[in-house]
């Protein structure tokens, strides 16, 4: 072993020694050679790293940045925001000289002089870096830690710093210096949640960018090296140092004087007051419904509204949005649901002289990104809630008035056999009692009457989604193929609202850009449905609904006009032995003021999830609780009475039961009730000479008792 090594080491030394011997690094053609060598070695790496450098992708910088769109309610007040960004970005021109200074002044003083690579600065990093090990010595430029941020992981290793001098090589061969030190001051983060000097602006001193002054502007400076440390909120004292040498520098570069820095040194650090107004996510349902209108009316795309940059003006009125929203947040006034399904609900309030929905919310529950809108892409049938639409409003127009008599008994038309609530027949009814009691066999009476085509055109002049499919005589308890939301019958019941004029329901009346340019503006868009005489007449009918009928909880202290809906469970083996439940409620109302429509319901109804409930409970609660809380500071107005308006009360004072009516429509008059009893029963027994209190009696003691029947 030892004399194979000695072998080994004999056979180096020959074909070493010529080398060795010969000392040709001594001669000059050695380094020309050598020179030669290292030259096209340099060219070959420069031109390797340039080809590099140049095929870097760097055009994110070159795209707009995502801009917030902002929401503005009927007075023109900004009230929400929409975002995809974490940041709000400000041009340039918007940031003051003196935040300009103090960021370049500490993190870069030669910004305006190299080409984004500060030589000098970079290798006294490294050096500094080799000698620790650690590689965490700073000396990047301010464009190399706008391309770290953007670009490249936040590993600290020789090869990233390498990646990071090409990519800020080839954004100086992009942009300008001042499109540079924009994206930095809207790309960087200063702390505490905030990204760009926007955001930080606001959190740190609640204004825009533009107002800081001097030392607010030193401070933001000073964040950015190391924003948890230097955070006023976290360590003032920290702060108010690293502030004072961010002045100091600003002072030795000589773009303060001495008196501005000694003034601003001296002064105390003085932070955002209160909470922050932050308008992201507030009043979310009704944003909700301005993105669908966005989308589908005006042909913007979500991600244009996320990060356009847009002005969205609205019908919004922020008393009545805030009043729905309130309600919704109470269970108390909203069926019980089950542990695996809440019961849902949607409300639309709009502005029936206009149509400008002034609130709206289509959830029960927490809220997500364009939840399922109940209020506005529901397609549910409306029950009784319909009537006015299809049967009483276009009975009205072919000249049948509220004391007409309509046929209540047992009825069939081509096998359709409806049953009013209680199954009981009262023979003739008024037209008034037969909307007041929402009893079903008078409306179908008379829809068969009038002719369906007249049912149906009145519907869809009133704007409901009805089609030939629909022309049939279940059309008057609501049974449409299609279904509605509460939006399309809150804008269908402001026909009566507004003397016989619908006007299409709208959210925005115009959006523009940051610069005020317009891109699309609300055109007013309404129909002539019903007479002004016709209208006004079928307000004072669903008044008396609301007075004296099945809409009594909707009853707010002021004029009020409304009808109640309930829809039946399917007549399936599903639900076969439930005797009273109800897929779907509702109350639409108005006011001289409002008109809404509210629906409860579950999403999915089965055997275990329906309602046992009517449109006269719940939905007309809620309908209270929001108008009263919309309406609370409006002065009490009475429903407009049209110009030559002949009172039809007036014009017959005897109702079906031979009663004198009271004539009397002023709502604060306690004796305007328009029947003098409550009871179509006991006027019924009086009208034959019977006392109903004995047939109570005797029916109480179980000799008549049956079984309750669903309303």
């Known amino acids: 072993m030892k004399s194979l090594l000695e072998d080994i080491k004999a056979f180096l030394r020959r074909i070493t020694h010529p080398i060795y011997s010969s000392q040709f690094w001594r001669k000059p053609k050695f380094w020309k050679g050598f020179s030669l060598i290292v030259l096209l070695l340099f060219i070959l790496g420069s031109s390797s790293f340039t080809l590099w450098m140049l095929s870097l992708d760097v ?18 007040d900004k009230v929400s925001e929409l975002s995809s960004s974490k940041i709000d970005p400000v041009s340039l021109e918007k940031v003051p ?15 305006y002089e190299h080409n984004g690579v500060d030589l000098w600065s970079i290798m006294r ?42 990519y800020a090589l080839k954004i100086e061969l992009t942009l300008s210096k001042d499109q540079i030190l924009e994206e930095y001051l809207n790309q960087i983060y200063f702390g505490e949640g905030q990204w760009g000097i926007q955001n930080a602006a606001r959190y740190y001193f609640g204004k825009n960018v ?72 507030k009043f979310a349902p009704y944003v909700d419904c301005v993105i669908e209108e966005a989308i589908s009316r005006y042909g913007f795309t979500e991600d244009q509204l996320l990060t356009g940059g847009l002005q969205i003006y609205t019908a919004m009125d922020p008393k009545v949005q805030l009043a729905a929203e309130t309600v919704y947040k109470n269970d108390q006034y909203f069926p019980s649901g089950k542990s695996d399904q809440s019961v849902q609900s949607g409300i639309a309030i709009l502005d029936q002289h206009t149509g400008g929905i002034r609130g709206l919310v289509g959830y029960r529950g927490e ?26 409003g276009p009975a009205l127009e072919k000249g049948y008035t509220p004391f007409s008599q309509l046929y209540d008994g047992p009825l069939s038309i081509n096998g359709y056999t409806p049953q009013d609530y209680d199954y009981q027949n009262r023979g003739e009814v008024t037209m008034e009692e037969a909307l007041q009691y929402s009893w ?32 049939t005589l279940s059309l008057a308890l609501g049974g449409i193929s299609d279904g509605v939301s509460p939006l399309q019958m809150a804008q269908a019941y402001g026909t009566f609202a507004n003397l016989g004029t619908m006007n299409k329901a709208y959210a925005i009346t115009k959006i523009t850009s940051e610069e005020g340019y317009v891109f699309a503006q609300m055109e007013p868009e309404s129909v002539q449905v019903t007479s002004p005489q016709n209208a006004y007449t079928m307000t004072q009918l669903l008044e008396n609904v609301v007075d004296n009928g099945t809409g009594k909880n909707a009853e707010i202290g002021r004029p009020t006009a409304g009808k109640t809906g309930s829809v039946e469970l399917p007549h399936t083996q599903e639900f076969s032995g439930i005797t009273k439940g109800s897929k779907d409620v509702w109350f639409v109302g108005y006011t001289p003021e409002l008109t809404a429509a509210i629906w409860m319901g ?110």
Not at 137 to 143: A, Q, R
Not at 369 to 384: C, D, E, I, V, W
Not at 688 to 702: A, R, T, Y
């Open 59 to 76: 055009s994110k910088l070159q795209s707009p940045l995502a801009r917030p769109t902002y929401i503005y309610d009927q007075n023109g």
């Open 97 to 111: 000289q003196t935040l300009r200074d103090a960021v370049i002044d500490t993190e870069d003083r030669r910004f």
């Open 125 to 166: 990093a490294l050096s500094r870096d080799l000698q620790t090990g650690d590689f965490s010595e700073g000396g990047s430029t301010i464009t190399q830690q706008l391309a770290k941020n953007l670009f490249l992981p936040s590993d600290k290793t020789i090869s990233r710093k390498i990646t990071e001098a090409a």
């Open 210 to 281: 533009e107002g800081l002054n001097l030392e607010e502007s030193a401070l933001l400076a000073g964040l950015p090296q190391a924003p948890s440390i230097y955070s006023p909120l976290n360590d003032k004292e920290k702060a108010l140092e690293r502030r004072n040498l961010v002045l100091s520098l600003m002072n030795d570069q000589g773009n303060i004087t001495d008196a501005e820095y000694q003034r601003a040194r001296s002064a105390p650090i003085t932070l955002r007051k209160g909470s922050l107004n932050n308008l992201s996510g």
């Open 367 to 392: 809220s997500a990104f364009r939840s399922f809108n109940h209020a506005t892409q529901l397609k549910r049938q409306p029950g009784s809630a319909i009537k006015p639409l299809t049967v009483y």
């Open 440 to 471: 079903n066999i008078p409306a179908v009476w008379l829809l068969n009457e009038i002719g369906l085509d007249t049912g149906l055109s009145f519907g869809q002049k009133a704007g409901l989604p009805l089609t030939e499919k629909d022309k």
């Open 602 to 711: 579950y999403d999915k109804t089965d055997r275990n999830h329906y309602l046992s409930t009517s449109g006269g409970t719940e939905p007309a609660s809620v309908f209270r609780e929001v108008l009263s809380k919309a309406l609370k500071t409006a002065p009490i107005t009475n429903f407009e009475v049209p110009l030559g308006y002949t009172d039809p009360w007036q014009s017959n004072p005897f109702d079906s039961f031979g009663d004198q009516k009271n004539n009397s429509k002023n709502k604060n008059d306690k004796n305007s009730e328009k029947t003098p009893s409550q009871n179509w029963k006991d006027r019924l027994f009086k009208r034959f000479g019977l006392d109903s209190n004995s047939f109570d009696s005797w029916f109480n003691s179980g000799n008549g008792k049956k079984k309750d029947s669903q309303k």
